[in-house]
């Protein structure tokens, strides 16, 4: 009897085990455990993606510079250890809009569909993860000096973008990243951002060389529906107010 219970014990365990390591498997959701293994294959050269790293240090040194952050070569993991959470793509668009006798600058970043959010995205292959939308009174149509952006994946499964845009007298800098348990900030000339709270930013330098800003909610949205997003957003009621201040530019 007792031998009977104790054998019904292991057998019970040994499943509690297997489905425990199966979910780890299979999770969708980016978990303290998935982290730890990160750091670890980041400190361990033998995970290192060395062909990577030889790309890296020629651009990062005489290509790439980045702002407001240069780009460093750090040695990272091969891309499949992420797994599920895998980079598969990244990019930016923007463009920038007649308004009043003004211009509008927006700059959006977005990263591919992993198996991990799949779920998330409905159908979408991309999702637009941070949006800034910036009045301005300088735009470069020759050298296209009024605004610069970058994007990296060497931190995959997470993604990072930075850059800037500029007014005749001042500069606008900004980073975002969202991570892979969906994690997602910005930072724009020192302040923070939750993105949680709306990945769409507008920015609204003063006359008095400070700056205003708006946060809106959006829905998840593809890099494809952004144009419209952004020119509909505009005419918003409480949009208009904020980029028709008097005390912008």
């Not at 959470?85 to 977005?110: S, W």
């Not at 606008?172 to 348990?181: E, H, L, Q, W």
């Not at 000339?189 to 930013?201: A, D, P, V």
Request: hydrophobic residues 35%; charged residues 25%; glycine residues 6%.
């Amino acid at each position: 009897m007792k031998i009977r219970k104790i054998k019904l014990q292991l057998t019970t365990l040994l499943i509690l085990f297997s489905i425990s390591c199966f979910s780890q498997k299979t999770s969708l959701i980016w978990t303290e455990i998935n982290e730890r293994d990160h750091l670890k294959d980041r400190q361990d050269s033998a995970t290192w993606d060395k062909e990577l790293m030889q790309r890296d240090v020629g651009d990062s040194l005489f290509n790439c510079k980045g702002e407001p952050f240069p780009h460093g070569a750090f040695p990272v993991p091969k891309y499949d250890l992420a797994g599920r959470f895998r980079y598969q793509g990244a990019g930016i668009g923007g463009n920038f809009l007649n308004y009043h006798d003004k211009k509008i600058v927006y700059r959006f970043f977005f990263k591919g569909k992993t198996i991990a959010t799949e779920d998330v995205l409905k159908g979408k292959e991309t999702e637009v993860y941070f949006m800034l939308v910036m009045l301005t009174d300088f735009v470069d149509t020759v050298n296209y000096t009024h605004s610069s952006a970058y994007f990296t994946s060497r931190n995959n499964p997470d993604v990072v973008c930075e850059g800037f845009n500029k007014t005749k007298t001042d500069e606008v800098d900004y980073t975002a990243f969202i991570t892979a348990s969906r994690d997602e900030y910005a930072i724009i000339n020192m302040r923070l951002f939750n993105l949680k709270s709306g990945r769409i930013i507008l920015i609204a330098p003063q006359k008095d060389r400070t700056l205003r800003s708006l946060q809106l909610d959006a829905p998840i949205m593809s890099s494809e529906e952004v144009a419209n997003y952004i020119n509909e957003t505009l005419k918003r009621e409480n949009v208009k107010l904020f980029f028709d201040d008097k005390g912008n530019i």
